[in-house]
């Protein structure tokens, strides 16, 4: 029987951290504040936007929402310059997908590197790759926390990433060449991507389809770390099969309460480590 990651218990012990360090800011003067840009009533991202307000309350960061119901992307840009150039505000993020219409690349390169709390402006994949300071994607920073937490040895291993999507795949596979490690990246639909998962140390699954990866495509003994995030109805499905891969693998995160938890709670981090700069 697998260890099972919890990622719930793992966040709560986190925000108590963090909630320490920014009480320590203020000490300071300094008033930690993250900019969240939404755009549009996507009921998903008005739902998922007013988590992270909260979960920055619980921090002690402060949440200046911005949503915009409709916009240009010439105004969306100009906000995002706006937010660069206010010393008051430590971070932004824009709460991807967005409508129809605008540019997400344009959009999250307009976010200056050093308020890039979400990690999404295609230079941090350069630095990430060039093993330079930056400020990762909260899926990575969030399967690297999880690993540290359960003091799962991370280096000297083989780990194969399903799914090589700009906010989990790619980051995740740069931040590794930098490390200990030996990394393949396949995509989810590669024809052979059950042979490629069975070879994995630590299996990391990011392929937008309910239960991609079965048991029989996971080494005994690997660990798993699922980002799937599948909706049929209210119930929410992984990318890997729970109920039976946990029987072969060692350690493995469940969905819900694996790493999505913790994704917040890495972006307010980073928002930190931003405002002690």
């Given at each position: 029987m697998a260890?099972?990651?919890?990622?719930?218990e793992t966040?709560?012990k986190?925000?108590a951290?963090?909630?320490?360090?920014?009480?320590?800011?203020k000490?300071?003067?300094?008033n930690p504040?993250?900019a969240?840009?939404?755009?549009g009533?996507?009921?998903f991202?008005?739902?998922?936007?007013k988590?992270?307000?909260k979960?920055?309350e619980?921090?002690?960061?402060?949440?200046?929402?911005?949503?915009?119901e409709t916009?240009t992307?010439k105004?969306?840009i100009?906000?995002?310059?706006?937010?660069?150039?206010?010393?008051?505000?430590?971070?932004v993020m824009?709460q991807?997908?967005?409508?129809?219409?605008?540019d997400e690349l344009?959009?999250?390169?307009?976010?200056?590197p050093?308020?890039?709390v979400d990690?999404?402006?295609?230079?941090?994949?350069?630095?990430?790759l060039?093993?330079?300071?930056?400020?990762?994607p909260?899926?990575?920073e969030?399967?690297m926390e999880?690993?540290?937490?359960?003091?799962?040895?991370?280096?000297?291993?083989?780990?194969?990433?399903v799914?090589?999507s700009?906010?989990v795949?790619?980051?995740?596979?740069?931040?590794?060449?930098n490390r200990?490690?030996s990394?393949t990246?396949?995509?989810?639909?590669?024809?052979?991507?059950?042979?490629?998962?069975?070879?994995a140390?630590?299996?990391?699954?990011?392929?937008?389809?309910?239960?991609a990866?079965?048991?029989?495509?996971?080494?005994?003994?690997?660990?798993v770390?699922d980002?799937?995030?599948?909706?049929e109805g209210?119930?929410?499905y992984?990318d890997?099969d729970?109920d039976?891969v946990?029987?072969?693998?060692?350690?493995i995160t469940?969905?819900?309460?694996?790493?999505?938890p913790?994704?917040i709670?890495?972006?307010?981090?980073?928002?930190?480590?931003?405002a002690?700069?």
């Open positions: 260890v099972i990651l919890d990622g719930k966040a709560a986190v925000v951290e963090l909630s320490a360090q920014a009480e320590g800011l000490r300071k003067g300094i504040t993250l969240l840009i939404l755009v009533s996507d009921e991202s008005v739902r998922y936007v988590m992270k307000a979960r920055c619980e921090a002690g960061v402060v949440a200046q929402l911005h949503h915009l916009t992307q105004e969306l100009a906000l995002i310059e706006r937010l660069n150039d206010d010393p008051s505000v430590h971070g824009v991807l997908p967005l409508p129809k219409g605008l344009a959009t999250v390169e307009a976010i200056s050093e308020k890039d990690g999404l402006n295609p230079a941090t994949l350069g630095k990430l060039m093993g330079e300071e930056c400020f990762p909260a899926g990575v969030a399967i999880l690993l540290k937490r359960y003091q799962i040895e991370a280096e000297h291993r083989h780990w194969v990433v799914g090589l700009n906010i795949g790619k980051p995740l596979l740069a931040l590794l060449t200990k490690v990394a990246g396949v995509h989810a639909d590669n024809p052979h991507m059950a042979r490629y998962a069975k070879e140390d630590v299996l990391v699954v990011d392929a937008a389809k309910k239960w990866v079965t048991a029989d495509m996971v080494k005994p003994g690997a660990v770390l980002n799937g995030n599948n909706y209210k119930k929410v992984g890997v729970f039976h946990k029987d072969v693998a060692s350690a469940p969905v819900p309460g694996g790493i999505g913790l994704l709670s890495m972006l307010i981090r980073n928002t930190l480590k931003a002690a700069k």
